[in-house]
């Protein structure tokens, strides 16, 4: 017999433990892969065509959030043909999590990454079930599509809700066909992908009018549309790729058309750049949508030679951006008008003060462009530095304190309600207190939340600090101890000429060495 009786209250406490574990295990869809060694990793995610892994810690408030949407969108992609794995890795685990988020440089939790055939690139979708499902989707499976007729291209091409690059190729050896596939399979994210080899379907490209009207279209070709929604009498419907560019640049390049529509994953618009707030929303109103947007395209049509970028953004999604221009909201909210910004190459801001109408719109532009606008800045009252150890800038004294000075520059950029900046206030006040007579060296401090931030300078938390050296005039993010010691021997060691009072290790020099 077994060491336990099948009657016990022992064995049936055992098999109600088993039946939990081993239920739990088979009810967690995600794979751990967190006791791996960093090689065995690399040959794991190597083996899969693709996959998504999530680098977590078991404390964080956002990875928890994640966790059961994770879990949801790998039950769903496990019944895919083909499917698509979902895997973790806990950074905190010693026996190789820790070493295998080391080795792929994981800073923040969670760090979201697609990984196909081994290859790493960041995740920049959606953090719900849905939208992970939906991206993991689109990357999965062969990288175009295949049609087998001319006629089932042009009812996609008429109704197609989304970037389409269509290739129509005579045979599969075609050198055209090659490089279309190649681009396709590592850029998918960019567009839908269909195509068509001549040799293997019946009907004649004749049929296809909406196209084959074009006598610049031809078979081997490649030529991206634009969605339908998007289409408009300024600007063609479609483009034919020339081969003149990179075929993924061509894309890029061309995806949007004069007018981009941005949407929530959106990054920030190439300066210089003109954009346009309202209520957008292609799903729920898209003829609302494009009665504004058609206004932009028209004034837009107008300056497609020029350098500037034009966009719409839903005004909703993007309240924290027009915070930032002075604008009155209520006011903008009240006459239910779009509103206007503009950014120029150096990152100075410019808010249309009409109300919306084409004139308005298209002399804010031309004004724009001409350099005859009053940017807006944020700024508190400039103070008094004189005499002050740790100098004080706001928007107003920027370049003149930092941009332009004649001397290196240690900033600390901060929030008055930080815990970790009050924390370093009184170090940052002695750094300077110690550093007060040198002439070439200046410590200085920016309450981020109440004034510009210039571009040149990347602020997503604080407290941030920079070195920004006299002869380069490019900012160095400071990663160091934050103890005056530290701070100290760092500022001694990049000054652009030697300190008076400190040798290049951050000691103090003797009296005969001064």
């Known amino acids: 017999m077994g060491i336990f009786s099948l009657g016990s209250p022992v064995t049936i406490l055992a098999l109600y433990a088993f039946l939990f574990f081993t239920s739990a295990r088979a009810s967690d869809s995600v794979i751990d892969y967190s006791n791996l060694s960093p090689d065995a990793f690399k040959a794991e995610i190597g083996s899969k065509d693709l996959m998504l892994v999530k680098f977590y810690a078991p404390w964080c408030g956002h990875c928890k959030r994640l966790a059961p949407e994770y879990e949801e969108a790998a039950k769903k992609l496990a019944g895919d043909d083909p499917a698509v794995p979902l895997a973790k890795v806990d950074c905190t685990n010693e026996s190789g999590g820790k070493d295998i988020c080391g080795q792929h440089e994981v800073q923040g939790y969670p760090t979201v990454k697609i990984f196909r055939s081994g290859q790493a690139s960041d995740y920049d979708g959606g953090r719900d079930a849905d939208s992970i499902v939906k991206k993991m989707r689109s990357l999965a499976g062969p990288p175009s599509k295949e049609l087998d007729s001319f006629e089932k291209l042009e009812s996609l091409y008429k109704d197609t809700k989304n970037l389409l690059v269509i290739g129509l190729f005579k045979n599969a050896d075609d050198s055209l066909y090659k490089q279309f596939w190649e681009t396709a399979n590592q850029n998918r994210d960019l567009a839908n992908y269909v195509h068509i080899i001549e040799d293997k379907v019946k009907d004649k490209f004749e049929k296809l009018v909406t196209l084959g009207s074009d006598k610049n279209v031809k078979i081997p070709s490649i030529t991206l549309a634009r969605p339908s929604f998007y289409r408009s009498k300024f600007e063609p419907d479609y483009l034919v790729f020339d081969g003149s560019d990179e075929l993924k640049d061509w894309i890029q390049d ?40 058609n206004r932009v395209l028209k004034v837009a049509s107008k300056y497609k030679d020029h350098d500037v970028t034009f966009a719409i953004s839903n005004v909703g999604t993007f309240a924290s951006e027009l915070s930032e221009y002075g604008l009155d909201m209520a006011k903008l909210s009240k006459e239910q008008s779009p509103a206007v910004v503009g950014k120029d190459k150096d990152g100075k801001k410019y808010a249309m003060q009409e109300k919306f109408s084409v004139d308005a719109f298209d002399k804010f532009v031309q004004s724009f462009l001409d350099g005859k606008l009053e940017p807006f800045m944020k700024s508190e009252e400039e103070p008094d530095n004189h005499d002050a150890a740790v100098k004080v800038a706001v928007g107003k004294n920027f370049d003149k ?43 200085v401090k920016l309450d981020a939340t109440a004034n510009d931030v210039p571009d040149l300078f990347t602020v997503h938390g604080f407290p941030t600090l920079y070195w920004f050296p006299k002869n380069t005039k490019t900012p160095v993010k400071y990663e160091g101890s934050r103890d005056l010691k530290d701070l100290l021997a760092y500022v001694a060691k990049y000054a652009t ?18």
Do not use: M, Q
């Open 497 to 514: 000429d030697e300190l008076e009072g400190y040798d290049r290790e951050g000691v103090e020099k003797t009296r005969d060495e001064l």
């Open 254 to 293: 061309n995806s949007n058309g004069l007018v981009v529509a941005r949407d929530p994953s959106s990054r920030d618009v190439p300066k210089p750049n003109v954009v346009v707030y309202y209520n957008v929303d292609y799903e729920r109103d898209p003829k609302g949508t494009n009665y504004w947007r």
């Open 401 to 443: 304190l930092v941009t332009n000075s004649a001397k290196d520059v240690f900033i600390e950029f901060y929030a008055p309600w930080c815990g970790h900046c009050k924390s370093l206030a009184p170090t940052w006040e002695e750094l300077g207190n110690k550093l007060k007579e040198e002439p070439g060296v200046d410590i």
